[in-house]
């Protein structure tokens, strides 16, 4: 983890990205000028409760998501805009520059395909393999993601894999056409702890091997610290902080942030004695962004200000920017 | 795979008895003496005893059925009281004509069935999944002999597009065959398209909104690729089984639509059986319908192992 700054120019550029749905009960929004980037080789971690816009932040990029959404902003690979740009255009990017992987490893892959079908089709869609061509590079994409005999795992269907191989298959047929950014959507969520750490360690070999830039969308903070090089903090659709993963640990400057590292046990944080705390109240849900700060009716040092005013994005040190009118001191940790 | 296929054919078999003793039982249940239907205007009782002795139809009931199973195994399955032909050589000549009819209307429904509900799945909420929804209502709720006879009247009277009536065997004009038989075949195939219609549609909307389907977007495969290798395939697991148990359903829909179209089939043999008592004929007719029932599921089932995997596999474990 040596990237912990931002030095070299962004892969992908996220700016002003906002998404709202179509819903029968109205508009809800999802996502709300959110900006975010990703340089080459980099692992940026973005965390979060369910539902605060972190997934759909994800799939907006490569136009995934259902017809009812409604997405403005921007978003740029390399330059070039994603938003809004043409359905052909964005299958060329999808599998080749920017790949997915899901939190399901069971739901998420075919059930009547081997695992090497599912992987060979995206060589053979973006790189014009042959069908045994695709098969041979998919057995070498099963070793490189540290699944043993790959040779007769190849012809395997997904029931016949345990939940952790299945994880590593994704992440076979994600990086088959070497993208440009990888998107690990709750890569762990669905797996045992110990199965966990092995499947972070494929990512960060695959990002020092490769120079994968990965985006990881997690709601667990001990994956962030486990691989992220920074992170961005989100609630009810909004960025709330973004920092260097060693700084937002150390120095949280949002009222949410510490909310949520009190939340997660933290070896030596609680010594064993105090419990772990929750943030009162519920992540709201929003049919329109207000001008005031969304979790204004949550935190502890709200003022009328946090209320009638929504706080922009502002920086509070190298690389350590927060949305919050009373950010959290030194001397309140 | 082998010892899912062993337990299967084990089961088919064992229903085949049981069918076949029902069949004998049950027909001599019902109301209605052959011997009187047989005798004709000459009803004296010398007559009528002949007749029973002739056909055997005096002897213990027992013995009757023990020497039904063992002609039957011998594809002997008497002489027609009715007509006094051999009852396998009528069924060589009646079968053909329905197993073609049932393959042709099977195919054509299948066709329309999964096509029509790929689109509707594919274009929910807009003018064509309505197209579909209301095809398939009037396929389900038109019954076939209303639909049949509207044909003849339109297609065959008025048009002369097709014959009314009539067969030609396959190998004397592959041409003439055909023409004779499309017409009885999407008549026949109305109401299973309609079936396979709603079962794709609805299977269809259950695999469009599956994560691997998701992934297979977010893989860059054309929808297409998508729509077919992806979420067609899972689809029809569903749509296979289904298809299966109404595959019963087409027999019968055949003795319909071959009467309506004067074809001679399997189910003009049944009715004119039926009308006259016909025993043999009947006991025939009945033990071949539960055979071929019995047979078409098990091909089902294979047909089904096949397309799912984990069905293949799980046999292999167990």
Redesign the interface.
């Known amino acids: 983890m040596t990237t912990a700054t931002r030095t070299t120019t962004a892969i992908l550029e996220v700016a002003d990205l906002s998404v709202s749905f179509e819903t029968e009960s109205g508009k809800v929004s999802a996502v709300d000028h959110v900006s975010l980037d990703l340089a080459a080789g980099e692992i940026v971690g973005v965390v979060g409760e369910s539902g605060c816009g972190k997934s759909v932040t994800a799939m907006s990029l490569a136009g995934l998501l259902p017809r009812t959404a409604r997405v403005s902003g921007s978003a740029r690979l390399r330059g070039t805009e994603l938003i809004g740009a043409p359905e052909t255009e964005l299958r060329r990017v999808r599998g080749k520059e920017i790949a997915y992987i899901f939190q399901e490893p069971m739901t998420s892959l075919n059930p009547v395909l081997t695992v090497g079908r599912q992987i060979g089709e995206v060589l053979q869609v973006h790189e014009r393999l042959s069908r045994k061509q695709a098969r041979a590079r998919a057995v070498e994409l099963l070793a490189l993601v540290g699944i043993p005999s790959p040779a007769t795992r190849v012809d395997n269907y997904p029931h016949q894999l345990s939940g952790g191989m299945r994880q590593r298959v994704m992440i076979a047929m994600a990086v088959a056409c070497n993208p440009t950014v990888l998107v690990a959507d709750e890569p762990t969520t669905a797996l045992d702890v110990t199965v966990q750490a092995g499947i972070l360690e494929v990512l960060r070999d695959l990002r020092d091997r490769l120079g994968t830039s990965i985006l990881v969308i997690t709601h667990d903070l001990g994956v962030i610290a486990d691989i992220a090089d920074r992170v961005v903090v989100m609630y009810a659709g909004r960025v709330v902080e973004r920092a260097p993963v060693h700084e937002l640990f150390a120095r949280p400057h949002h009222h949410y942030t510490t909310g949520l590292l009190n939340a997660s046990p933290t070896p030596g944080r609680h010594a064993g004695t105090e419990r772990l705390q929750e943030i009162p109240g519920l992540v709201p849900v929003l049919t329109t962004q207000p001008d005031a700060c969304t979790f204004a009716d949550r935190c502890p040092a709200a003022s009328d200000r946090c209320r009638g005013e929504a706080p922009p994005l502002g920086t509070l040190g190298p690389a350590h920017l927060v949305a919050c009118w009373h950010p959290v001191q030194e001397a309140d940790r | 795979m082998a010892r899912y296929l062993l337990t299967r054919a084990w089961h088919s078999a064992l229903t085949l008895v049981l069918a076949s003793v029902v069949v004998f039982l049950g027909i001599r249940a019902l109301p209605g003496d052959p011997a009187l239907a047989l005798a004709g205007e000459d009803r004296t009782p010398e007559a009528l005893a002949a007749i029973r002795k002739e056909y055997g139809l005096d002897r213990p009931v027992t013995v009757q059925f023990g020497q039904y199973v063992e002609r039957a195994v011998q594809g002997d399955f008497g002489h027609s009281i009715r007509t006094g032909l051999p009852v396998s050589d009528m069924l060589r000549t009646a079968l053909p004509v329905t197993i073609e009819l049932s393959v042709l209307a099977i195919l054509i429904a299948a066709a329309l069935g999964v096509g029509a509900g790929v689109v509707a799945a594919v274009r929910r909420g807009r003018p064509a999944e309505w197209a579909a929804n209301a095809l398939a209502l009037i396929g389900l709720s038109v019954p076939h002999f209303w639909l049949g006879l509207l044909a003849i009247l339109y297609l065959s009277v008025a048009t002369g597009l097709f014959p009314a009536s009539g067969f030609v065997p396959f190998f004397d004009d592959p041409v003439g065959n055909l023409h004779h038989l499309i017409l009885p075949a999407v008549i026949l195939g109305t109401g299973l398209a309609a079936i396979i219609m709603r079962q794709t549609r609805s299977a269809m909307l259950d695999s469009l909104s599956?994560?691997?389907v998701?992934?297979?977007?977010?893989?860059?495969?054309?929808p297409r690729?998508v729509i077919g290798?992806?979420a067609l395939?899972?689809s029809l697991?569903v749509v296979t089984t289904i298809v299966g148990l109404q595959l019963g359903g087409l027999i019968s829909g055949a003795v319909v639509t071959e009467q309506i179209f004067g074809l001679p089939g399997f189910g003009k043999m049944t009715i004119d059986a039926v009308f006259q008592r016909d025993y043999p004929v009947i006991q025939a007719v009945v033990l071949l319908t539960a055979t071929a029932y019995i047979v078409i599921n098990f091909l089902v089932d294979l047909l089904y192992s096949l397309?799912?995997?984990?069905i293949r596999?799980a046999g292999d474990a167990a």
């Open positions: 599956a994560d691997y998701r992934t297979a977007k977010a893989k860059g495969l054309s690729a290798r992806h395939r899972n697991i397309i799912d995997p984990r596999v």
